[in-house]
């Protein structure tokens, strides 16, 4: 059974509860992934181990940062819109600011923060995955067969780590599934409520394709260096698999052969972006506010911020309706 608790639907509870994650989750998505756990599926039960993990394979098949579509997901089925707003801004403006902050040489890290402290919090987040993954690995490989694929997987993708290689293995271990196990009989499962209609996934997807085809045509038509950045951060966002390190190679043949921001600073940002908790998209936020050209500062940062995680609200909107009835397919 999940929570049905009135109080945590208010949108500004909501805020807080992710402000808290976004404040103190460090270690990258996996780890975020498992203080998610920890907070909706054990301590609040907003929604069961099974749904919690259904809605983690989908963000993991989106491109995209993972744990904020999650984050963003959780938000909207508790919340609606607002709340979904609410998930995003709480978990992601923390290291947002900062990384601004640090941008504008308000903030140094290396000599504010020990790098012993940093080296704790990393092993603090080794612990909370391995806590994740041993906790899920009980309730969803209960037998030979699934500890099986769950293994052949792992593998796999440590072997020959790639996005596509993890999207691939997804569709494998899926086609497995379909192949190897029977369908479940309909027990109630307890469905993440979706409040978003079929007609607004529609045109949330909608969306997704015509800015990401075309954005870049206006970038060609209108040269300006807001268009630009715009079109740049969508794109990051909209084409990337496999986690937030992922993005890093792209944002840099976007930033930094256009002059927009020197290679030095690019790999200070970095640096500082490991350094803060919350999502590794957040670094879109240094780079709009270290653009050499205006858009700059803080508002250079808002606009990266804003249009790198568009693609993820816009393909969570997209998507969720349309989820439901695949879990409730045996066969999906």
Known sequence: MTDTSEADRNPWIVFLIFLRLGLTSFGGPIAHLGYFRDEFVIRRRWLTERSYADLVALCQFLPGPAS????IALGLSRSGYVGALAAWAGFTLPSAIALI???QGIAHYGDVIPSGVLHGLKVVAVAVVAQAVWGMARNLCPDTPRITIMASVACFVLLAPS???QVGMIAVAGMAGLLLFKPAPDTGHDPLPITVSHQAGVIGLTLFFALLAGLPILAELMPSQTVAMVDAFYRAGSLVFGGGHVVLPLLQTEVV????VGNEAFLAGYGAAQAVPGPLFTFAAFLGASMNDAPSGGLG???GLLAIFAPSFLLV????PFWERLR???HT
């Not at 904020?68 to 984050?71: A, E, H, I």
């Not at 909107?317 to 969720?320: E, M, P, Q, S, T």
């Open 163 to 165: 996005a596509w290689g």
């Open 317 to 320: 909107v997209g998507v969720l």
């Open 257 to 260: 052969p256009t002059g927009w």
């Open 101 to 103: 902050l640090f941008a």
């Open 301 to 303: 940062g808002l606009i």
């Open 68 to 71: 904020s579509q999650v984050g």
């Open 328 to 330: 409730r397919n045996a």
